[in-house]
T-cell receptor, first 113, second 114 residues
Framework: DAKTTQPPSMDCAEGRAANLPCNHS???????VYWYRQIHSQGPQYIIH???NNETNEMASLIITEDRKSSTLILPHATLRDTAVYYC??????????????FGQGTTLQVKP | DTGVSQNPRHKITKRGQNVTFRCDPI?????LYWYRQTLGQGPEFLTY????????KSRLLSDRFSAERPKGSFSTLEIQRTEQGDSAMYLC????????????FGPGTRLTVT
């Protein structure tokens, strides 16, 4: 599995877009990028995933560079409830992947009023 | 759909005692995962079940740990002869079909071994 690198912490003003970067320069062609977040005292929560095209859902947008060596998770209008640790995970798709999530240190996003 | 539930939410035990945690996944989710999380670290994979079959175990899962998922529904994680190093948050997650990477997590059981 490709190694990921994320900044340990970031701040964002409430109402502004939060852009969380992830570097995965050794990613393989069949590996997806997944994002989870963990709000304090809760279990992790799946956000979004993508292979090479940009993806958007009700929670966030995922922008993957053309060379796929990095990606950015975008929370378009951050709220205080978005304060959490955000994890970027790179894994191959099933069935080769049994679903074992490998979490790194993640990025602690602090949304400030 | 009430989500993944875990019981108890907190457990304090003395070193050497046995503890058992329960996880109720989202109904119809065929895969169930256990993770452990220590303070300041991301969750670490322990084991997973597809239906009632335990298909993978981490090296973190020592002989003192055992997990079961009878009838492919709820799961239990037992730790025998607890040690202080077992103190952690134990998280359970479930997923459906081939969406194995879209896991739904429970709130966790926080274990403190004194």
């Amino acid at each position: 599995d490709a190694k990921t690198t994320q900044p340990p912490s970031m701040d964002c003003a409430e109402g502004r877009a939060a852009n969380l970067p992830c570097n995965h320069s050794t990613i393989s062609g069949n590996e997806y990028v997944y994002w989870y977040r963990q709000i304090h005292s809760q279990g992790p929560q799946y956000i979004i995933h993508g292979l090479k095209n940009n993806e958007t859902n009700e929670m966030a947008s995922l922008i993957i560079t053309e060379d796929r060596k990095s990606s950015t998770l975008i929370l378009p209008h951050a709220t205080l409830r978005d304060t959490a640790v955000y994890y970027c995970i790179v894994r191959v798709a099933p069935p080769s992947n049994t679903g074992k999530l490998i979490f790194g240190q993640g990025t602690t996003l602090q949304v400030k009023p | 759909d009430t989500g993944v539930s875990q019981n108890p939410r907190h457990k304090i035990t003395k070193r050497g005692q046995n503890v058992t945690f329960r996880c109720d996944p989202i109904s119809e989710h065929n895969r169930l995962y256990w993770y452990r999380q220590t303070l300041g670290q991301g969750p670490e994979f322990l084991t997973y079940f597809q239906n009632e079959a335990q298909l993978e175990k981490s090296r973190l899962l020592s002989d003192r740990f055992s997990a079961e998922r009878p009838k492919g529904s709820f799961s239990t994680l037992e730790i025998q002869r607890t040690e202080q190093g077992d103190s952690a948050m134990y998280l359970c997650a479930s997923s459906y079909g081939d969406r194995v990477m879209e896991q739904y997590f429970g709130p966790g059981t926080r274990l403190t071994v004194t």
